[in-house]
């Protein structure tokens, strides 16, 4: 019974004050209204009795400043009873809070600029339309110009009505964007971050994002803390653990809290700590005492935070297999001992040539060796050198990536007249004379075409010493090419 009258009397009090509040807003334009109304009905005849005869301009003056007055103070009134008798009952049912004060400015504002129009109309005679078209004209080109400004005021109404946050509140507008609200106005929220940072958004900017309020419903919310431990570790002695480590911690909001398996990794099963906070700005200090709780109670009770671990197995040591994606068509294509084959043989020779590695400082050929293949240079490096009657040895020149060499012990038979050796790991596809033996069977005329390229280059080295140029039509490059194709044509048996 106590609690209940205790609780009736309260309400009556709170009912009184509001009555109490309405009477003090209203009486004071109320009575400024009545004693102005009273003035305008005798204050114009006092005038023009005491005014001397003929100033019938004083005693209008006099008059129309009255009839001014008595407008403003009209819509003084009127804005108070809006915001007194409609407003704020209608807010506080909804919200629980009076009206904002920028929608109360709004419907002020409202009425003065319409106050104003009216007594142009009625005070002093004079038409309004002229005005209220040019008027408007101007308010459109001002609303374009400042229409992001309109677009923040408009929606910082919105949100004072709809009130989705309020002064104090927390709010997180984006990742490591959390900030409590100092300031609402006509254009921008202010926030403050717990860093001392200050963060100003523009309302429409606001109005139009998703964001978080950490204090709505209630200032109390949920947070939660996982922790990775063994798969071998018993999970009701864990949560357990965890429990007491909860308990043990200060500034924790009085709910219900729990320790869930939320799910596994490589190190073990996940572990999640789900805890209540008082305020957000709690939030820091009881998580760290909260993990720390965690962190000591798990020592003492000889559980352990696993870390990574990778098995490694010692295995022989393999080669390393070699991916290569080479188009030996396309390699083919650039050497010159092979420019007299069609595109369809140059496929042919492609697909039977041989890929062969070697390592630094072998051989690749021997000079005075039988040989009855051709050399393609995919990769690496390597070093041509001849030696003479006397065994000296001499350096003669290099071949590199995308060149050819052993050409003459491949279509004649010949010895290899050069010694071969690699200066890094070379990579080399190899043209063996059985590859080539039956693309010459099919088209002997080739011969004939190879002959004169080998007596080409030939004169070409031998005549590049004295700077003698060489041609296709005299007679000795005639009887050289003539000799080298007779010699393929033995060789291969054509």
């Known amino acids: 019974m106590t609690n209940r009258s205790d609780t009736r009397g309260l309400i009556m009090s709170h009912n009184t004050f509001d009555e109490h509040s309405k009477i003090t807003s209203l009486g004071t334009p109320l009575v400024a209204f ?26 209008q003056l006099g008059s129309h400043l009255l009839q001014v007055v008595l407008w403003l103070c009209g819509s003084w009134l009127m804005a108070r009873a809006i915001n007194t008798l409609l407003l704020n009952p209608l807010i506080r049912s909804r919200t629980g809070a009076p009206a904002p004060r920028i929608l109360s400015n709004c419907v002020s504002a409202t009425l003065f600029i319409a106050t104003i129009f009216l007594i142009i109309k009625f005070v002093f005679d004079r038409p309004v339309g002229g005005l209220l078209a040019t008027s408007g004209i101007v308010t459109v080109i001002i609303g374009f110009a400042i229409r992001d400004m309109i677009a923040d005021f408009f929606s910082g109404l919105a949100m004072n009505i709809e009130q989705p946050y309020r002064i104090g509140d927390w709010l997180e507008l984006g990742p490591g964007e959390i900030g409590q609200v100092t300031q609402m106005n006509w254009r921008a929220t202010r926030l403050v971050t717990q860093s001392r940072r200050t963060i100003i958004v523009p309302n429409s900017n606001l109005a139009s994002r998703q964001f978080h309020n950490f204090s709505l419903p209630d200032r109390h919310f949920r947070e939660t803390l996982d922790i990775v431990l063994n798969y071998t570790a018993d999970p009701a002695r864990i949560e357990n653990i965890l429990l007491s480590a909860i308990y043990a911690t200060d500034g924790l909001a009085d709910q219900r809290h729990d320790v869930r398996i939320t799910g596994f990794h490589e190190r073990g099963v996940i572990y999640q700590i789900r805890f209540w906070i008082n305020d957000y700005t709690q939030k820091v200090r009881v998580r760290h005492r909260l993990a720390a709780n965690a962190l000591e109670f798990l020592s003492q009770a000889g559980i352990s935070i696993p870390y990574a671990q990778h098995e490694i197995v010692l295995t022989r040591q393999r080669r390393p297999r070699k991916e290569r994606r080479i188009n030996a068509r396309r390699l083919f294509s650039r050497i010159e001992w092979l420019e007299a084959l069609t595109e369809d043989e140059l496929d042919q ?13 072998e051989a690749v050929v021997t000079q005075g060796s039988e040989g009855s293949s051709l050399y393609v240079l995919v990769e690496g490096m390597l070093e041509v050198a001849v030696t003479d009657a006397d065994g000296n040895e001499s350096r003669v020149g290099r071949v590199e990536p995308g060149q050819a060499f052993g050409e003459m012990s491949l279509l004649t038979g010949s010895e290899r007249v050069a010694t071969v050796q690699c200066l890094t790991n070379a990579y080399a596809l190899e043209i063996r004379r059985e590859d080539l033996e039956p693309i010459l069977r099919a088209r002997p005329e080739i011969a004939r075409e190879l002959g004169r390229m ?5 004169l070409l080295n031998e005549r590049s010493a004295d700077g003698t140029a060489s041609h296709d039509d005299n007679e000795d490059f005639r ?8 010699r393929i044509s033995q060789l291969f048996g054509l």
């Open 479 to 486: 009887s050289r090419a003539m000799q080298f194709a007779r």
């Open 349 to 361: 020779l492609a697909g039977i040539s041989v890929g062969q590695e070697f390592r630094a400082g």
């Open 34 to 59: 009545l004693l102005l109304l009273f003035a305008n009905a005798h204050v114009p005849s006092l005038l023009g009795a005491v005014s001397p005869v003929g100033d019938t301009e004083t005693s």
């Open 454 to 458: 080998m007596a080409r280059r030939q």
